[in-house]
Nanobody, 123 residues
Framework: VQLQASGGGLVQTGGSLRLSCEAS????????MGWFRQAPGKEREFVAA????????VYADSVKGRFTISRDNAKNTMYLQMNSLKPEDTAVYYC?????????????????WGQGTQVTVSS
């Protein structure tokens, strides 16, 4: 079972990136999924979560209104559209699949984790 995060890169303040998280080895259509990030010297923090149907979504206050989480169960893939990026968004972004089908904001309740993709926002 593998979650492959991609789409990170270097972007200027105000720019956009779209992260993808593709699952292989099994389907996650019945699992809630989410994005977390970890900046240098900081703890991993919750970014966004989505329920198994793709209807229920939860965002961290710091990204609300700028980031959009979505999923395509037919492709076994989750996305994070990031707009109006700020230097404080710089971090390694991780995707994860939860034990439950609902939106989950707590890292310890996630079962599978991807390897992370670096997002760097220059000022």
């Amino acid at each position: 079972v593998q979650l492959q995060a991609s789409g990170g890169g270097l972007v200027q303040t105000g720019g956009s990136l779209r992260l993808s998280c593709e699952a292989s080895g099994r389907t996650f259509t019945n699992n809630g999924m989410g994005w977390f990030r970890q900046a240098p010297g900081k703890e991993r923090e919750f970014v966004a979560a989505i329920g198994w149907r793709g209807e229920a979504k939860v965002y961290a206050d710091s990204v609300k209104g700028r980031f959009t989480i979505s999923r395509d169960n037919a492709k076994n893939t989750m996305y994070l559209q990031m707009n109006s990026l700020k230097p404080e968004d710089t971090a390694v972004y991780y995707c994860a699949a939860a034990w439950s089908a609902s939106t989950v904001v707590t890292a310890s309740l996630y079962r599978y984790w991807g390897q992370g993709t670096q997002v760097t926002v220059s000022s």
